[in-house]
């Protein structure tokens, strides 16, 4: 996996998602960020995740690579140059207290190995993406299924606005938001993420 610099992730990009956990659909994007330690990728092997500290949610989502930092009149294509799936892996019932008290998420979402990634692909283009399903499959049963298609915020928003409230350069991600269909993950569970039919990666949860 190529070295990364900051990792961007979206919350509440999904209408559905919002509302299947009885949060508010946002009106501009909301962003926080994971520590760079949280990244893994998913290659076929265990992945050490906590399981001690309440429920444990999958979140799967399109991630983009950024190639080059924005500029008003640059194509989508000129700073996307690769795109993967990943997981933003969410302590929920730590979350839900984090809420409660106004406090930041870093607790429930920067753990060691909440972010999880496939390998990269070259960017197919926007038409490309829109014509193409991304799916998490829990033991070989669809868990999740989403089309940036259905985003609030759309790939070039998303962009022009973090690159305009916190920066953004060449080996920046950003998890794009995920779907309606979270769930917990338990132990021993075997995640496989598939863009379209394809295989882009997979790997068995151990929960610690």
Known sequence: MDQIRNIYCVGRNY?????????DVPTKPMIFSKPTHAL??????????????GE???????????????EPRAALEQIVD???????FTLRDVQSELKKKGHPWLLAKGF????????????????????????LLKNGEQAQRG?????????????????ENFGLEKGDVIYTGTPEGVGPVSDGDVLT?????????EFTARLR
């Open 15 to 23: 209408k559905l998602h919002a509302e299947e956990l009885g949060n």
């Open 56 to 70: 444990l949610h999958y979140e799967t989502e399109l991630v983009i690579h950024i190639a080059r930092p924005y």
């Open 193 to 201: 993420f598939l863009w379209g039919q394809e295989k882009w990666g």
């Open 112 to 135: 060691k190995n909440s972010a999880i990634l496939t390998s990269f692909h070259a960017f197919p283009g926007l038409e490309a993406c829109l014509k193409t399903d991304f799916t």
């Open 82 to 88: 690769k795109i993967a799936l990943g997981i933003d």
């Open 147 to 163: 089309n940036i298609g259905n985003v609030i915020f759309d790939l070039m928003t998303l962009i022009q606005y973090i690159s």
């Open 40 to 53: 893994i990728e998913a290659a076929g092997g265990e992945i050490e995740l906590p399981g001690s500290r």
